[in-house]
């Protein structure tokens, strides 16, 4: 039922670019990506619909291919505001469940 | 911003007693999430509702219940709080399941002792 978040864990320096990535077994009707500081509520950053759909928040962007049923976050020229543990939640067709992955630790260093 | 709150934030309740964690909102959202995180690890789905007097269970088993009799209040009670009951709760919110953002509450952090 979880979605699949990796890798676990990306170390980058303060205007790196990295990828994170998303995926599920079952047919997705969207995908949302949050970001959560430690001892802090998770905070949404974006959705995405539709197959193919890509959005964009600041320098962090992200896709959904759908027939892959995958989604990837992409952060360009990190910041140090970056840092956190990024969540994918998914929700598949047919039912009422918001599910979310494990996580991808973020840490950006100066 | 988000109008979602949960009380208390903190709270450490002694072994075998009845705890009540309350979350409400006030953006008249059909769907209401309960998920339970330990630190810095995942969010585990524990209880979700889709409207008034509709709740089911999650992904992750849990001797906690819940109840939905109004649209902006769900409450999780754990009837005999025992130390595997310690964790983060988080509740969150939502107009629909997948199509639009789901909030979220800045959490209790229950400790059973």
């Known amino acids: 039922q979880q979605p699949v978040q990796s890798p676990q864990a990306v170390i980058l320096r303060e205007g790196e670019d990295a990828v994170i990535n998303c995926s599920s077994s079952k047919a997705l009707y969207s995908v949302h990506w949050y970001r959560q500081k430690h001892g802090e509520a998770p905070v949404f950053l974006m959705i995405?619909?539709?197959?193919?759909e890509q959005k964009g928040h600041d320098k962090i962007s992200a896709s959904f291919n759908e027939k892959k049923q995958q989604s990837s976050l992409y952060l360009t020229a990190s910041q140090l505001s970056y840092s956190g543990t990024y969540f994918c939640g998914t929700a598949s067709y047919g039912n009422n469940r918001l599910a979310f992955g494990k996580g991808n630790q973020v840490v950006v260093i100066p | 911003e988000a109008d979602i709150y949960q009380t208390p934030r903190y709270l450490v309740i002694g072994t075998g007693k009845k705890i009540t964690l309350e979350c409400s909102q006030t953006?008249?959202?059909?769907?209401m999430y309960w998920y339970q995180q330990d630190p810095g690890m995942e969010l585990h789905l524990i209880h979700y509702?889709?409207?008034?007097?509709?709740?089911e269970k999650g992904d992750l088993s849990s001797e906690s219940t819940v109840s939905r009799i109004r649209t902006e209040h769900f409450p999780l009670t754990l009837e005999s709080a025992r130390p595997s009951h310690t964790s983060q709760y988080l509740c969150a919110s939502s107009a629909s399941t997948g199509g639009t953002e789901a909030f979220f509450g800045q959490g209790t952090r229950l400790t059973v002792v």
């Open positions: 995405l619909l539709k197959g193919g």
């Open positions: 509702s889709y409207g008034v007097n509709s709740t």
């Open positions: 953006m008249g959202h059909d769907k």
